[in-house]
């Protein structure tokens, strides 16, 4: 496609219920990240795959939080239990590759899921 | 731990106007620094990056600076639009190519009509 894509642009759940969010990257991106931004706040690092594998995952806050990308495209987040301070727009990125060369470290950011845990 | 640091806040001022955004980080040891624009509900737009070993860079309106010694980049918007009004976020990635992007608080900016 021509950016990434994020799927639901909006998520209200109750407290306590699981949810899934989506993130499509930019067809042939290796790199993918995922974000959490709150109220007023910039963006905090969650995770940050390279191919299938997660290369760093040392920005997840508890292990209510689980990110796959089996196929080393498409990304879901896993959040179980969710809890009301778990509200906040869940950005993800992608980047063609990491490391090699300037061009290619640019981290495209999609438009977001909002979510929103009563 | 790398901080990074926006100031001001928020900014209001008439359009016509040149202004600069300040961001300070804690640990000079950078690969890259990096201006973002946030327009509500929506994602972020990369405005400019300057790598470690550049001193600025240039895009149309908008100029980045990067001192890495002290700490500081500034980004110099010149002759302001009211489509300028976004938040603008500072962003730096550790001396560790292959890693996360630490984000300032941002700028919220204003440019009155």
């Known amino acids: 496609g021509a950016g990434v894509s994020q799927t639901p642009s909006n998520k209200v759940t109750e407290k306590g219920k699981y949810v899934e969010l989506r993130c499509d990257p930019i067809s042939g991106h290796t790199a993918l990240y995922w974000y959490r931004q709150s109220l007023g706040q910039g963006p905090e690092f969650l995770i940050y795959?390279?191919?299938?594998?997660?290369?760093?995952d040392s920005g997840l806050p508890n292990d209510r939080f689980f990110a796959v990308r089996p196929e080393g495209s498409v990304s879901t987040l896993k959040i179980q239990r969710t809890e009301r301070g778990d509200s906040a727009v869940y950005l993800c990125?992608?980047?063609?590759?990491?490391?090699?060369?300037?061009?290619?470290?640019?981290?495209?950011f999609g438009p977001g899921t909002r979510l929103t845990v009563l | 731990k790398q901080e990074v640091t926006q100031i001001p806040a928020a900014l209001s001022v008439p359009e016509g106007e040149n202004l600069v955004l300040n961001c300070s980080f804690t640990?000079?040891?950078?690969?890259?620094l990096q201006w973002f624009r946030q327009d509500p509900g929506k994602g972020l737009t990369s405005l400019l990056l300057?790598?470690?070993?550049?001193r600025e860079q240039t895009s149309g309106r908008l100029n980045a600076s990067l001192d890495k010694s002290s700490g500081r980049s500034t980004l110099y918007i010149a002759a302001s639009q009211p489509g300028d009004s976004a938040t603008y976020l500072c962003?730096?990635?550790?001396?560790?190519?292959?890693?996360?992007?630490?984000f300032g608080k941002g700028t919220r900016l204003h440019i009155l009509p």
């Open positions: 990125a992608s980047s063609l590759v990491v490391g090699l060369a300037e061009s290619t470290d640019t981290q495209y």
């Open positions: 795959f390279q191919g299938t594998g997660a290369a760093d």
């Open positions: 640990d000079s040891a950078i690969y890259n």
């Open positions: 962003a730096v990635r550790p001396g560790d190519r292959d890693d996360k992007i630490i």
């Open positions: 300057i790598q470690s070993s550049q």
